[in-house]
């Protein structure tokens, strides 16, 4: 049974870089056949997939146009994990992250969620 | 690229059945055989019930059940219990040039 962990701080400052890692367990992030997510829901754009990163031979990223010149998705095969910076955040991107884990055209498991406030 | 349509609210008495639906586009839900439904309890992540439009993973309740017809997925709750009320949420796959997966607008679901 694949479990994510996440972590990272729940408070950012306007225009600084939101960071969150989400720890795997029981699968591998280099995995030839999952690609790890991160999606936020907020009550006005409620559920927003962001992008993704996986391992097919080498290492892919895909993310959405709406955050694609903010967003980095890195893997760490060292402590098997992913990570999600935003840069330049403002109180619009106040909502609660997940990471989940895709097999297929679907969110097999999902992190507890991190609620992440913009503010200063 | 929007938001798949659900109803707002649903509601039903216990024992009955409910239907929930999901309209979008051939681009995603009638392009694809990759519609899949979460189930959200409040303060909780979304959990798997259904993916690729009728496959339950193990340990999902047979009570719940998933179809479609063109660019209309649905989700049917049968024998309705308490333990269902929550929020549900379908999602497709996309070839939408701006993101790869697309949730819909998410369905209340009571039980009277």
């Known amino acids: 049974q694949v479990q994510l962990q996440q972590s990272g701080p729940g408070l950012v400052k306007p225009s600084q870089t939101l960071s969150l890692t989400c720890a795997i367990s029981?699968?591998?992030?280099?995995?030839?056949?999952?690609?790890w997510n991160w999606i936020r829901q907020s009550p006005s754009r409620g559920l927003e997939w962001l992008g993704r990163t996986y391992y097919r031979s080498k290492w892919y990223n895909d993310y959405a146009v709406s955050v694609k010149s903010r967003i980095t998705i890195n893997p760490d095969t060292s402590k098997n994990q992913f990570s999600l910076q935003l840069n330049s955040v403002t109180p619009e991107d106040t909502a609660v992250y997940y990471c989940?884990?895709?097999?297929?055209?679907?969110?097999?498991?999902w992190g507890q969620g991190t609620l992440v406030t913009v503010s200063s | 690229q929007s938001a798949l349509t659900q109803p707002a609210s649903v509601s039903g008495s216990p024992g009955q059945s409910i239907t929930i639906s999901c309209t979008g586009t051939?681009?995603?839900?009638?392009?694809?055989?990759?519609v899949s439904w979460y189930q959200q309890h409040p303060g909780k992540a979304p959990k798997l019930m259904i993916y690729e439009v009728s496959n339950r993973p193990s340990g999902v309740s047979n009570r719940f059940s998933g179809s479609k017809s063109g660019n209309t997925a649905s989700l049917t709750i049968s024998g309705l219990q308490a333990e269902d009320e929550a929020d549900y949420y379908c999602s497709s796959y996309t070839s939408s040039s701006t993101l790869r997966y697309v949730f819909g607008t998410g369905t209340k679901v009571t039980v009277l």
């Open positions: 029981g699968d591998s992030v280099s995995s030839n056949s999952a690609a």
């Open positions: 051939s681009s995603d839900v009638g392009g694809y055989n990759y």
């Open positions: 989940a884990v895709a097999g297929g055209g679907y969110f097999q498991h």
